[in-house]
């Protein structure tokens, strides 16, 4: 399937509180990234996620899906001419990929991802 989502990420304002329900509710497994604020969902099979403090002051809890895509830049330019509105960036994440954050033009979000490529 081209396009398929491969990571979905909860932005939350209590990080501790939604590892503690999810982890019980669905027996996911919860791995924190060394050196940043950042939790792995590790789902067993099938696609995995995130947890991270809500980057928006007073926003409320979200669950973003990313796409993902061969070109994060060039992806990004086009949804920008299709009417959307880029959120973030292109922004790398070192060691592991780039991504940038879109709001389509009826106001959804979602994430696109490019993994960093292996020589």
Do not use: C
């Not at 060394?34 to 789902?43: E, R």
């Not at 880029?86 to 490019?114: C, H, K, N, Y």
């Amino acid at each position: 399937m081209a396009n398929p989502f491969v990571h979905i990420e909860l932005n939350t304002r209590d990080v501790a509180k939604s590892k503690k329900f999810y982890s019980a509710m669905f027996d996911w497994k919860m791995k924190e990234i060394p050196g940043m604020d950042y939790t792995i969902i590790d789902v067993g099979e099938g696609t995995g996620g995130g947890i991270m403090k809500n980057p928006v002051p007073g926003a409320p809890d979200i669950w973003l899906p990313y796409v993902l895509v061969d070109d994060v830049t060039v992806s990004t330019k086009k949804a920008a001419s299709l009417g959307a509105t880029i959120a973030q960036d292109v922004t790398e994440i070192p060691d592991m990929g780039r991504f940038s954050v879109i709001i389509d033009p009826t106001g959804s979000a979602f994430g696109l991802w490019q993994p960093k490529m292996t020589k």
